[in-house]
């Protein structure tokens, strides 16, 4: 149980064009999910949390109006990266949490990333 | 904000060798969770270790959470450990934000 998947895995696009990044809880009601980003060789550095129903919280340097994100069901959630440049090329992960489980609020479960590059 | 630093950097083991990766914080913490990347990207949870000590097979982890710092043992590593080792916390008031230290890179050869 407690599977997320991403789709796609990997997309090669042009710089000026908008790629959107999907994520789904496969088994389980998101109620919470979150985007992070990873450039290589470096960790993993949390870009908005967002809740079902809610506009997306963005941590501080994000922008909000490139990195869009939705939350539309508790199922599912959208990145869409717009007028994407080389500089957005990044491995992009996402995670999604029900509430239950570990912690406080709740068990992160991880999908398995989307590989950006923009040329 | 709330800095996680992790040592060594990179490691290179022989098979069936032990090691300890450590992870140090800033700032006490409310949560506090291991992770493996597999050389594919995916991200499993290890554990969720705020305090205390847990193993699970090969795998133990230890925190002290007065002294800022937790401690991940690996025994009779395999080729299949082979990957990045994260911590990960969260401060308290932070929710469920996690901030991912700086990671082990860990290559087990035959």
């Known amino acids: 149980g407690a599977v997320v998947s991403q789709h796609p895995s990997r997309v090669i696009c042009k710089s000026g064009t908008s790629v959107k990044i999907e994520c789904r809880s496969l088994d389980f009601q998101a109620t919470t999910m979150f985007w992070y980003r990873q450039f290589p060789k470096q960790s993993l550095m949390l870009m908005a949390t967002?809740?079902?129903?809610?506009?997306?919280?963005?941590e501080q340097g994000v922008e909000k109006d490139k990195f869009l994100i939705n939350h539309a069901s508790l199922t599912l959630s959208t990145l869409t990266v717009t007028s994407a440049h080389p500089e957005d090329s990044s491995f992009y992960i996402c995670?999604?949490?029900?509430?239950?489980?570990?912690?406080?609020?709740?068990?992160?479960?991880f999908g398995p990333g989307t590989r950006l590059l923009v040329l | 904000g709330i800095q996680v630093e992790q040592s060594p950097p990179d490691l290179i083991l022989q098979e069936g060798a032990n090691s300890t990766l450590r992870c140090n914080f800033s700032d006490s913490v409310n949560n506090l969770q291991w992770f493996h990347q597999n050389p594919w990207g995916q991200l499993i949870n290890l554990f969720y270790?705020?305090?205390g000590t847990k193993q699970n097979g090969r795998l133990s982890a230890t925190t002290v959470a007065t002294e800022r710092y937790s401690l991940l043992y690996i025994s009779s590593s395999q080729t299949t450990d082979s990957g990045v080792y994260f911590c990960a916390v969260v401060r308290p008031g932070g929710g469920n934000k996690l901030t991912f230290g700086t990671g082990t890179q860990l290559k087990v050869e035959l």
């Open positions: 270790i705020p305090s």
């Open positions: 995670s999604a949490s029900s509430g239950l489980g570990t912690g406080l609020f709740g068990t992160q479960y």
């Open positions: 967002s809740n079902e129903g809610s506009k997306a919280t963005y």
